[in-house]
């Protein structure tokens, strides 16, 4: 096809390292930094897109190699208005390497740039151009309920959280004693009273016998679900929990494709799926996901980077929560709407981030 004011003429990428805003630990690892990858392509007529992924510490240079060298080229001359062609074309460019996270990873920077050229080109905001199902969506907070922190900590950050409106508290477990993780959790459950959602999260820290024990002790505190009990990869055992526990199991933070999404809602291994926009290679296999769980009657709670899953989690009519943990605040001019323990959605066109560049330019390490 001949170049018209619409074909990417220009694809860049770059790493970014934030310090964290809070410091995070859980069951498996603490986060270390955020390195934050960003691409910004370029059509002919003169528009530019930002987008960006990230890791929590570990390997953002391999995802901006894969950038560069791979799928940037692959894109260069392709209509940026046609998301699932150029989209294809980046997957397609590293064949031998999908699926997998450093891939998906970086297919997300490349198409949430995309997504940022649709919507402005079109000057619509990301909920709307994505679906557009509802403006506002309830926020839980993270930040109170680390690993680290003591149970006093705990039930202080809980009630701060419930006095400012907040939906949900999610708490870290995965302590060496089970009975000492239902000791923290029921001392939170106490405190907050019957009204307040109350998630807890193991990032894959048990086996199965051990999630089975875990979950049991965990009934009597009606929780809103239980989080990665197991590693990501088995399916079958997270099948066996759903089927011997009350407690709804979600997945999803560390699942890198929606063929592994769809084994897990076929054979009914998760009541909630919390797909992260950058783990699964963006805006365009983030909505398959969750049209996907649709299909199943099964609602999306996403992972992380709020600032761009409150527009994607209002685009679709089975969003769930939405977490909140802070981590742009260095590098953008904007920050989330919070009005009543809700996000209310950007309605700017583009993601609805503002980004600062001299801050970026500033903190850029390749
Ligand atoms: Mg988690």
Redesign the pocket.
């Known amino acids: 096809m001949p170049p018209t004011a619409t074909t990417i003429t220009t694809a860049t990428a770059s790493l970014v390292d934030l310090e964290v805003e809070t410091v995070r630990t859980d069951a498996i690892q603490s986060f270390l930094k955020q390195e934050t990858i960003f691409v910004e392509l370029g059509t002919a007529d003169g528009l530019a897109g930002r987008g960006y992924s990230y890791t929590i510490g570990t390997g953002g240079r391999a995802v901006l190699s894969m950038l560069r060298e791979t799928l940037l080229p692959a894109v260069i001359g392709l209509d940026s208005r046609a998301v699932e062609r150029v989209w294809r074309a980046a997957f397609d460019s590293s064949r031998a390497t999908t699926v997998g996270p450093i891939t998906s990873l970086a297919l997300a920077a490349l198409d949430t740039a995309l997504w940022d050229l649709r919507c402005l080109r079109d000057a619509q905001p990301l909920w709307l151009a994505a679906g557009g199902f509802r403006d506002t969506v309830p926020l839980y907070d993270t930040e109170g309920g680390w690993l680290h922190l003591g149970t006093d900590e705990l039930v202080e950050n809980a009630l701060r959280a419930k006095a400012q409106g907040w939906s949900g508290v999610k708490l870290k477990v995965g302590r060496p004693s089970a009975r000492e993780d239902a000791e923290r959790v029921g001392a939170v459950r106490d405190a907050v009273g019957p009204g307040m959602a109350v998630m807890v999260?193991a990032?894959q820290s048990l086996t199965l016998a051990s999630a089975r024990a875990r979950t049991a002790l965990l009934e009597p505190f009606d929780l809103t679900w239980y989080?990665?009990p197991m590693p990501a990869e088995d399916v079958t055992a997270h099948a066996e929990l759903v089927r011997s526990t009350s407690v709804p199991i979600a997945v999803g933070?560390s699942i890198y494709s929606v063929g592994q999404f769809k084994e897990y809602l076929q054979r009914g291994a998760a009541g909630i799926v919390q797909t992260d926009v950058a783990r699964i290679g963006g805006i365009t296999p983030w909505l398959k996901v969750a049209h996907l769980a649709e299909a199943y009657n099964v609602t999306v709670c996403p992972?992380f980077l709020m600032e761009l899953h409150v527009s994607l989690t209002a685009a679709i009519p089975n969003g769930g929560f939405v977490e909140h943990i802070p981590q742009l605040g260095a590098i953008t001019t904007s920050s989330l709407r919070i009005v009543d323990g809700h996000a209310v959605v950007p309605d700017e066109p583009g993601l609805g981030i503002a980004w600062d560049l001299d801050a970026i330019e500033d903190r850029r390490v390749a």
């Open positions: 999260d990032n989080e990665e933070e992972h």
